[in-house]
């Protein structure tokens, strides 16, 4: 069974925090992840994906990927209130060919 | 800019009644994919045109079905739309060839609601 999962949340943090979302998955193969950004009504947004070990950083974003521990998290520096929002996490599955498998997300909310 | 473009933004349909949504994109990508998304749910894939292969999910109803006529376009119709079908449809993109698969640009979205 091909699963990610993710605490739904609200995650609540004050502005100028670290927010920081995590994300576990079913298949220790999997070979890439993809963070997306959706707001209430509104289309998911590619916020960073990562395919290595470690952590990748864009500006206030760091995607960090552990394969062992089945893990990837976002992290959000500097906290703002545009950053509230629900976070879906993303995962192709090995043997999946390029679908993605979404989690349900996790909800942030950013208090000013 | 190169993008993902659905129409309608909105669409109102009665019970019964075939509707077709419509999806282009600018990026030349030789994926295409329709998810249906409803409210605090994950996208769930209904099926995706690489190039011109139709690829259906198994769980995907006869209900739902999709024309790629060329690279650019990409449409969903439900033939007979019932009041579980009211959701977010998304459309997105992807270029996928070797190496690990890229990231999948979505359009703005239909919402479809029944009446």
């Known amino acids: 069974q091909k699963e990610v999962e993710q605490n739904s949340g609200p995650l609540s943090v004050p502005e100028g925090a670290i927010a920081s979302l995590n994300c576990t998955y079913s298949?220790?193969?999997?070979?890439?992840f993809f963070w997306y950004r959706q707001y209430s009504g509104k289309s998911p947004e590619l916020i960073m994906f990562i395919y290595s070990n470690g952590d990748k950083e864009d500006g206030r974003f760091t995607a960090q990927l552990n394969k062992a521990s089945q893990y990837v998290s976002l992290l959000i520096r500097d906290s703002q209130p545009s950053d509230s929002a629900t976070y879906l996490c993303a995962v192709n599955f090995r043997g999946s060919n390029y679908k993605l498998t979404f989690g349900k997300g996790t909800l942030l909310t950013v208090n000013p | 800019d190169a993008m993902v473009i659905q129409n309608p933004r909105y669409q109102v349909t009665q019970f019964g009644k075939p509707v077709t949504l419509s999806c282009s994109q600018t990026?030349?990508?030789?994926?295409m994919y329709w998810y249906q998304q409803k409210s605090s749910q994950a996208p769930k894939l209904l099926f995706h045109y690489y190039d011109k292969d139709f690829n259906n999910e198994a769980d995907t109803p006869d209900n739902f079905q999709s024309r790629r006529p060329n690279t650019s376009f990409c449409f969903l119709d439900i033939r007979s739309p019932g009041l579980g079908d009211a959701a977010m449809y998304l459309c997105a993109t992807s270029r996928e060839g070797q190496g690990p698969n890229q990231p999948q640009h979505f359009g703005d979205g239909t919402r479809l609601s029944i009446l």
């Open positions: 990026l030349n990508h030789n994926v």
């Open positions: 298949d220790r193969g999997s070979q890439s």
